[in-house]
């Protein structure tokens, strides 16, 4: 950030914890930082171990966010907020999209949830501010990676239309162990609701609807294979800007072989279970532990012919691993995903805009070349 503005984050969870934190020791100038939580003392923790972690001067304020209705101490920081990072579980997001429309924030958000993007969607449509929609990783970072290296390839083989455009990202531990192979690195309700809930791709140039887990391949990255398989929200608004352009569309989550047999093993023993994603969340934390030290691996490509006939494909692959900011370490998860919100917010301060802005409308080369995307992301 490059003047002193009022952010206002909101939840205190891992992510908000990272936003904060990278905010406080990153901006060029060091913004005011008000952390809300429905547990205040979680919110009161959180703002200390900034403080603590932090090796700058910083003005931190934790305050209550009840689940219903405002407190008058809300209305008076909202007053007063340049933006809402909405780092709440994304069945809140409607919610906190509603304040930033009423108190005229700028407003960035996470969550890989469709329909409550889409409510936000309907009633940011005539807002006087900004409001930037899944912007984590995946849905997030990804979806621009990959709307970058379309742009690009239509650009330099002088085409509209391709044949694939792919991209898959995995939030994995550095090792696995059998029956599950895997480690929560993440929120395991996330994990749970993106395996039962449909994905959204294009086929034949047309965006379908398609089950979970229902295409899964392997894949070689850096030598390593992994497995790959459709999970729901990662593709956030591409299947619909990209229609008619690109023939085969699709997100994939990335896993440790193993894993996604195990999975659908869990997930037919639900039978017709109500609430299913709460069952299958269950399941798994009965048998797979939390990893701290964790990993991010992440590959995009695209394919198709230039305007010659020759067949022609580009691919991004990366891997982030834990990083030290400030006095802190922070896990691969925290700092990929709190990135792209904290750059969501630069635009939207540096740069205003009014209205819903989706991951396939952000211009790509300037947001991966960002103050706050190159120290966890690289160069493209």
Known sequence: ?????????????????????????????????????????????????????????????????????????????????????????????????????????????????VAETNQIMALAKEAKTGFVLQTGLAPGYIDILANMLFQQFCKDYSVEKVDTLEFKVGALTKHAVGPHYYGFTWSPVGVATEYLKEAEALRDYKKVKLPALSERATILIDGIAYEEDLTSGGAADLPNALAGKVASLDYKTLRHPGHYAWVQEQIRNLGNAANPVVKLQQKMIAKIPLIQDDQIILYAAVQGKDARGILRRREVAKRILPQKVGKHMLRAIQTTTAVPLLQAAQMLLERPQSGVILQSTINPEPFLKGDFIIPVYGKV
Request: include cysteine.
């Open 1 to 113: 950030m490059k003047k002193q503005y009022n952010i206002l984050i909101a939840g205190a969870g891992g992510i908000a914890e990272a936003a904060g934190l990278i905010l406080a020791e990153w901006s060029q100038v060091t913004p005011n930082i008000f952390i809300g939580n429905r547990t205040l003392e979680k919110a009161q923790r959180v703002a200390k171990w900034i403080e603590a972690g932090t090796t700058k001067a910083c003005s931190l304020t934790a305050f209550h966010l009840p689940e219903d209705g405002i407190t008058p101490e809300m209305k008076e920081l909202m007053r007063t907020a340049d933006v809402l990072l909405d780092c709440l579980p994304g069945a809140m997001a409607p919610k906190m999209a509603q304040l930033a429309k009423d108190y005229q924030m700028h407003y960035a958000n996470l969550t890989e949830y």
